[in-house]
């Protein structure tokens, strides 16, 4: 009979063993072993059965169990002992209090340090598979920043939504279409505690909907380690059941449906951070850092509280708010961005004219729907509020900083690419995380994400680095065949005609593994173009070749769909078969398995549309060495000896001659470099150039790929100089806010007026050629329009020309204000060929973070 509702029951621990349940809810656990093989003691059989996961394991454990546990004194000790070590992880001053304490030694006390506290929005966390919340790349991205937050003592608070279904379990009909479920998860069945009133009702916030309605959100939290995660549900009985559905599937529904909840996670999410602050006494956040656009509207909410609590006026309040927020994208292309027709932003916001009848009243909708603008009148873009919104901006790979400056040049009209003030930070991944427990136990627990890189195996010899992958690819091996039977049964096959699942894959075959989301660019199927090249690989008789592939298909992507048939059928064939297999409901689980045992990594994505991609450094950080396209992350850490480089036909403007020049590439490097190097073995049976490659891809790549490098990046180069700007425009009642906004607005009246008059530079009418090195004498006159000098920056500007004379490699050189509105510059001409110069004129004023920031230019000529 089926259940009328659905609840979760948690055990109730003997006294002895009650710190067993703060372990538990304390998801320090997913990436600590100690922990986890405590809780293996408890019954491993319910452990294996749980997929290591202790809620789930105490709740299924039997009383008297557990009541044996809480008389053995052996496992009471060691319990003490855990418990112990987790709350001295907690308390203990980690690298984030030290780097305070040197600045505080090198400045002085009293002068702003590191930001108290940082709030880290993002619409999905991947934090463990116990905590289904992510479907993919960015969660887990998210996850590690958490944790590595954690590990560094960074005072992060984590802000999200709790999706009732997560995301969707992926199984495969008869045919290989890819089929959805969605599972009902019950926040009590999860590591999750909810915020609540004192009385112990829950706390609930509030965000207007259009109609007079109410959208009401309870708050989860989980505990990160030091870092609190806080999640909104809006499941609440209060709500109307349209409301009630907003946080139901991550990325899913319509329009409307995405607009809400985005809505609900960077307005309420405000509204979470102010009351979890508030109620735990934890500082309020200084810097707000948006993880892609999709919790951009966090920024209205804090101009509401500004406007509303401070009396300032919008552009002041705006001020105040980009000066603390960083805003990353993880986008390579626009189909990407989250785009909205600005009728259904108005419907949430108000009709310009009408600031009382949006959700943010005393906000004027016409300020709100300029932060979208785009050139496109009909759409608003969330990459483009989060731009303008973000004092300070970021992609995840020093190629992808490129190709953003390119993506978003259009804000910055009349800028250099270069000058685009859009950074980077390289994405990491958390070493205890994803690192194989014999790994880790090579290199030392707290060795794994210290940066050690090579040092800890030095003892280890080829032989005994070598055993260590062949176990680790033998357990892979063992995994795919369970894995293999569960889904041809799944798919609707007889157990009876699956004997062959238990030969599938050899733990002595190279294994290559390709695991990721599935949208076109990514190109899961590129290894199929020539499908009777592919079959020789993987059928050679001296130097085999096995593929393990998983991935999931957005759910209204039917194009991603059709790649993963075919992927399917191609391996359904009971020729191949044996060396190729495509594994359904990768997660984070499954995902151990592959960084974990496949010795060669595959990313062929079509370039530049990765933006970085963390697969391939978590299969480093196992010994795995890459095989991809420079895109992404491998473009700036590939070295030639860490891996194999796919040559790229960037010139070919055909896809289909570009996918057939790139696979044939692919192919070549398999049969004739790949494979060869991994089986040329010694007398010792080791392959001793590929241990080599091997040695240094974790000598190379172990200390880079780390979620620990990367936040410490975060930390010195964004998350500090925000919180000085913060501080900045709000100490002495908002002074800088209020002086920069009056800035901002005397450039506005006299921008349109300020002129470069004439300019001279030293060769002009000469006849004698410059020789480069050469330093040449340049002076302009400038019209600046009642501004003052102090206010603007006068520059030379050097560099190539082409054809249209348009400058590039572009050098500047600051001009020094000679009185009666001339400026001179003396500038060393650093090319040889054909070059030009022009002076331009910049707004300037210390509470910017660069000159290109206001995005406002002034040409001569």
Not at 177 to 199: A, C, F, I, K, N
């Amino acid at each position: 009979m089926r259940a009328l509702r659905r609840f979760t029951v948690r055990a109730s621990l003997p006294e002895p063993i009650a710190a067993l349940g703060r372990l538990a809810t304390n998801l320090r656990w997913a990436w600590h072993p100690p922990t986890q093989d405590l809780f293996a003691t408890v019954d491993p059989a319910i452990w294996q059965d749980t997929g290591g996961d202790p809620i789930r394991l105490l709740a299924q454990v039997p009383v008297e169990r557990l009541q044996k546990l809480a008389t053995d004194e052996s496992f009471l000790t060691r319990t003490r002992a855990i418990d112990d070590d987790l709350q001295r992880y907690l308390g203990q001053p980690r690298w984030y209090q030290r780097r305070q304490e040197e600045i505080e030694g090198a400045q002085g006390v009293g002068e702003q340090t590191l930001p108290a506290s940082i709030a880290y929005f993002s619409m999905e966390f991947g934090v463990t598979e116990a905590l289904p919340n992510y479907s993919g790349g960015l969660g887990v991205l998210a996850g590690d920043h958490l944790k590595a937050a954690s590990d560094l003592g960074v005072p992060l608070i984590g802000v999200g939504l709790l999706y009732r279904s997560g995301y969707f379990r992926q199984s495969l009909s008869l045919d290989g279409w890819q089929v959805e479920h969605y599972p009902v998860l019950d926040p009590r069945g999860l590591p999750l505690e909810p915020l609540t009133e004192p009385s112990g009702a829950p706390i609930l916030v509030h965000v207007a909907m259009p109609a007079g309605r109410v959208l009401r959100a309870r708050i989860w939290k989980a505990q990160v380690g030091r870092v609190s995660l806080l999640l909104l549900d809006s499941d609440v009985e209060d709500n109307d059941d349209d409301l009630r559905g907003v946080t139901d599937r991550l990325y899913g529904g319509d329009q409307n449906h995405r607009i809400r909840q985005e809505i609900l996670a960077g307005i309420g999410g405000v509204r979470a951070v102010r009351v979890y602050c508030e109620l735990t006494g934890h500082p309020q956040p200084e810097v707000f850092h948006t993880n892609e656009g999709h919790a951009g509207f966090l920024g209205l909410e804090r101009i509401r509280e500004l406007v509303t609590t401070e009396a300032l006026d919008f552009d002041q309040a705006l001020s105040t708010v980009r000066a603390g927020t960083v805003f990353t994208t993880h986008t390579p292309v626009p189909a990407g961005i989250d785009r909205f027709p600005v009728d259904l932003v108005q419907h949430y916001f108000g009709a310009p004219g009408n600031e009382s009848g949006g959700l943010l009243p005393g906000i004027p909708s016409e300020r709100v729907l300029a932060l979208g603008a785009e050139q496109n009148p009909g759409m608003f873009n969330m990459a483009h509020m989060g731009l303008r919104l973000g004092q300070r901006a970021n992609g995840v790979s020093q190629l992808h900083g490129k190709v953003s400056r390119e993506m978003f040049s259009g804000l910055w009209p009349g800028f250099d690419v270069s000058e685009v003030p859009i950074g980077s930070v390289t994405n990491g991944v958390h070493g205890p995380t994803w690192a194989a427990t014999e790994i880790s136990k090579l290199l030392g627990e707290s060795e794994v994400d210290s940066g050690v890189g090579l040092r800890g195996f030095e003892p280890v010899t080829d032989a005994g680095l070598w055993e260590l992958r062949s176990t680790l690819r033998t357990r892979l091996v063992e995994e795919i065949r369970r894995r293999v039977k569960v889904s041809w049964l799944q798919r609707g096959a007889s157990a009876l005609e699956l004997g062959w699942t238990s030969s599938v894959f050899d733990p002595e075959v190279l294994t290559v593994g390709f695991a990721r989301r599935v949208p076109t660019y990514k190109r899961l199927t590129l290894m199929l173009r020539d499908a009777d090249r592919l079959r020789e690989l993987l059928l050679h008789p001296e130097r085999p070749v096995q593929l393990v592939v998983a991935g999931k298909s957005h759910p209204a992507d039917d194009g991603g769909k059709a790649l993963i048939q075919q992927i399917v059928r191609f391996a359904d064939d009971a020729g191949v078969r044996h060396r190729i297999v495509f594994l359904p409901d990768y997660d984070m689980s499954m995902a151990r398995y592959l960084y974990w045992g496949c010795d060669v990594w595959l990313n062929n994505p079509l370039r530049p549309l990765e933006a970085c991609g963390t697969s391939g450094m978590k299969s480093a950080l196992n010994g795995g060495l890459n095989l991809s396209i420079r895109d992404g992350w491998w473009d700036e850490f590939h070295d030639g000896s860490n891996g194999w480089a796919i040559p790229t036909a960037d010139g070919v403007s055909d896809p289909n001659r570009r996918d057939d020049l790139e696979a044939t590439a692919l192919y070549e490097l398999l049969g004739n470099q790949v494979a060869p190097l991994f089986y040329d073995r010694g007398e010792d049976g080791v392959p001793a150039q590929w241990m080599a490659m091997v040695r240094h891809t974790l000598a190379s790549l172990g200390p880079n790929v780390q979620a620990s490098r990367m936040v410490k990046e975060y930390v010195e180069t964004y998350y500090a100089p925000a919180g000085r700007s913060a501080h900045a425009v709000r100490d002495n009642g908002f002074a800088g806010a209020k002086e920069l906004t009056g800035y901002r607005h005397r450039m506005q009246a006299a921008w349109s007026r300020v002129k470069v008059l004439d300019t001279e530079f030293a060769t002009n009418g000469s006849s004698a050629t410059p020789v480069l090195g050469a330093t040449v004498p340049v002076t302009a006159r400038v019209e600046l329009a009642g501004l003052e000098p102090a206010e603007v920056e006068v520059q030379a500007v050097v560099g190539r020309v082409d054809d249209a004379d348009e400058l590039r490699d572009v050098v500047t050189v600051p001009m020094r204000y000679d009185g009666d509105g001339r400026y001179f510059a003396e500038i060393e001409l650093p090319y040889a060929g054909s070059a030009g110069y022009t002076v331009r004129v910049l707004p300037r004023h210390p509470l910017l973070a660069s000159a290109a920031e206001l995005g406002r230019v002034v040409l001569a000529g």
